[in-house]
């Protein structure tokens, strides 16, 4: 496991909950969040394949497992937005893929 996508969800879920309002920055960073940074966030069949693609996916799966616990105050929250962000990784490593200098049409 990189040690930088772990740390990448769990930062992004702790910023954007005190920017958001949180209460405690334990409230944001439960039991839920720990288990989603270590197992399901740093899932190799589902995650991009380019570096800069599973960072962007780390801070995506963050912000947006924040976003939905506002809605949803369980641990489906967690899952939901690693779903979500599972679904857009091929967009991801799209968006994030190196171009080459010379463009040959």
């Known amino acids: 496991i990189p040690y930088e996508i772990p740390l990448l969800y769990l930062g992004s879920a702790g910023l954007a909950s005190i920017s958001l309002g949180g209460e405690t920055l334990g409230d944001a960073l439960n039991g839920s969040i720990f288990l989603g940074a270590f197992f399901f966030v740093t899932d190799s069949v589902t995650t991009p394949v380019t570096k800069q693609g599973r ?51």
């Open 55 to 105: 960072i962007l996916f780390a801070v995506t799966s963050g912000v947006l497992t924040v976003l939905l616990r506002f809605w949803e105050h369980g641990t489906a929250a967690m899952a939901f937005s690693i779903l979500l962000a599972n679904s857009a990784a091929p967009l991801l490593d799209r968006f994030v893929r190196p171009r080459s200098k010379w463009f040959l049409i």
